[in-house]
């Protein structure tokens, strides 16, 4: 199946400051991203879906302004939490579509464990 | 009507036996019906996925049943193994993936 590569796996930062994520398509073009959270023992709950050079659509409730999206190329698309606090430690992981002919497979990244101390 | 309800939410099996996870939906508008497995400290990985214009899909151990008029599908994982100890996850796809609540299965040796 396709690869999809995130960047770091895991990463401690100050309250206070911001983060960024990184999510790679390695072998496989995606228009459209999405980006999860999950908590322990949860399921994953989608964040936003990021579509290539245009603005990411955000779920209800999640603060657009708080978390950045950014999806520049058909391969790389970035998340970056501003001003984290304790309660943004969290479980993120991104997700890309490998289009083939008419359908889809979604694929997810390893994840990120973002810390906010 | 955008709900995905899986089930059992935990499972035990002996090795080599099956294991069967079943997930229910009302949106008849979902056109994509993924399982993913997770490893703790992991990201999702693809397991096998079906469309609602099939009813059954095999990939090596693991097939995936689709009942279109009763809005279910399930997983069933053949000759389980202990390394199959992990969290299962359903989905169901109209423009994003709506999850069901995930199933972990603990296969005994």
């Known amino acids: 199946g396709a690869v999809v590569s995130q960047h770091p796996s895991w990463v401690i930062c100050k309250s206070g400051t911001s983060v960024k994520i990184e999510c790679r398509s390695l072998?496989?073009?995606?228009?459209?991203m999405f980006w999860y959270r999950q908590f322990p023992k949860q399921s994953l709950m989608l964040m936003a879906t990021?579509?290539?050079?245009?603005?990411?659509?955000?779920e209800q409730g999640v603060e657009k302004d708080k978390f950045l999206i950014n999806h520049a190329s058909l391969t790389l698309s970035t998340l970056t939490v501003t001003s984290a606090h304790p309660e943004d430690s969290s479980f993120y992981i991104c997700?890309?579509?490998?289009?083939?002919?008419?359908?889809?497979?979604?694929?997810f990244g390893p994840g990120t464990r973002l810390t906010v101390t | 009507q955008q709900q995905v309800k899986q089930s059992p939410q935990s499972l035990i099996v002996q090795k080599g036996g099956i294991s069967i996870i079943n997930c229910a939906y009302e949106?008849?508008?979902?056109?994509?019906f993924p399982w993913y497995q997770q490893f703790p400290g992991k990201g999702p990985a693809l397991l096998i996925a079906?469309?609602?214009?099939?009813s059954e899909k095999k990939e090596g151990r693991f097939t995936i049943s689709f009942n279109k008029s009763a809005k279910q599908f399930s997983l069933h994982i053949m000759d389980s193994q202990p390394g199959d100890s992990a969290t299962y996850f359903c989905?169901?796809?109209?423009?994003?993936?709506?999850f069901g609540a995930g199933t972990i299965l603990r296969v005994k040796s």
């Open positions: 949106n008849t508008a979902f056109d994509y």
């Open positions: 990021s579509n290539e050079g245009s603005k990411a659509t955000y």
């Open positions: 079906i469309r609602p214009d099939v």
């Open positions: 072998d496989f073009q995606a228009t459209t």
């Open positions: 997700s890309a579509r490998d289009w083939s002919g008419q359908n889809y497979e979604q694929y």
């Open positions: 989905a169901a796809n109209r423009h994003k993936l709506v």
